[in-house]
């Protein structure tokens, strides 16, 4: 059956297409080759985030409220650390990374189960850094060593790496966002002529060369500074998300749908892609979840 023809897709740099018309039918009848073309992702949800801050911003509480109150799912927090016992939110807490795999396969055997009826619409690591710790003690354990380093030529850590990437990319299957959160830390990053002060999430050096590759989307959560505010908002506390990289913090949108910053909040963010946009309008309407947006100011 010949397939149904695709339109040239775009480049998000300036949405420009990409140049590309090819006949997969004909590739794959020639070449043997089974060409798919991907089409860019539409919703916030079809890709990885890595959240970082300072505590008590409201990193925790932004992704409790991506919640769809049509379809009913809510995010799944695995809570490696207990900051979210002021929000009502669905989870576990790993004690331990075989705990946190237990987890999973359970989840797994559900999401077969129930298909497109799976209750969760992302999975929260809170806090991606204590996951990682996780991690790391139970390669230290299996292999009878204090830490990965430990072993000769290396071998500790590409234990450690391989052990987090396969887990990783098995939880990429349930087809839900993954949001990774973190605090930040000010880090000294030297150059050539000069150094300068940024922040960054409190990762490890080998889980910073892990996890941030990883991810699509990398937002700072922070304050606006005074020169961001206008004359009538001064004396309000306005909490933003960077996503534009900078010298001064680490950031990034491989979407290419997100602007530099946006206010801390759900819709301010979903609002952005395209395929979430009925879920924007749906959630505008709903009183009880306004009133909570509200609270994130």
Known sequence: MARPSAPAPKSYIEDTEIGLDLDLDQIERDYKIDVQLQEKRRRAEDYTWLLHGPPKIGKSTLCALLKDPTTKK??????????????????????????Y?????????????????????????????????????YISKKH??????????GKGWEFLVDEFARVSAFVQKFNVGVILISHSKEAEIKTRTMSVTKMQPTLTGTGRRVILPAVDIIGYCSYDTLEDISDAEKF????????????????????????????????????????????V?????????????????
């Not at 490696?80 to 004690?95: D, I, M, Q, R």
């Not at 009878?144 to 030529?153: F, L, N, P, R, Y």
């Open 74 to 99: 809510a995010p799944f927090f695995f809570r490696f650390e207990e900051g979210t016992k002021g929000l009502t939110t669905y989870g576990c807490s790993p004690v331990g990374w075989e705990a």
């Open 101 to 137: 795999k237990n987890y999973l396969r359970n989840l797994w055997k559900m999401r077969r189960k129930m298909k497109n009826d799976f209750p969760f619409n992302y999975f929260i690591m809170d806090t991606v850094d204590l996951q990682f710790k996780q991690c790391h003690a």
């Open 144 to 153: 009878k060593i204090t830490h990965a380093s430990d072993m000769e030529w």
């Open 236 to 279: 309000k506390a306005r909490r933003i998300i960077r996503f534009d990289p900078s010298e001064e913090w680490e950031a990034g949108d491989r979407s290419g749908y997100l602007p530099a910053k946006v206010r801390l909040n759900p819709l301010s963010i979903l609002k952005h892609f395209p395929g979430n946009k009925k879920l």
């Open 281 to 297: 309008r749906r959630l505008e309407k709903d009183e009880h979840y306004m009133e909570q947006i509200g609270r994130l100011r």
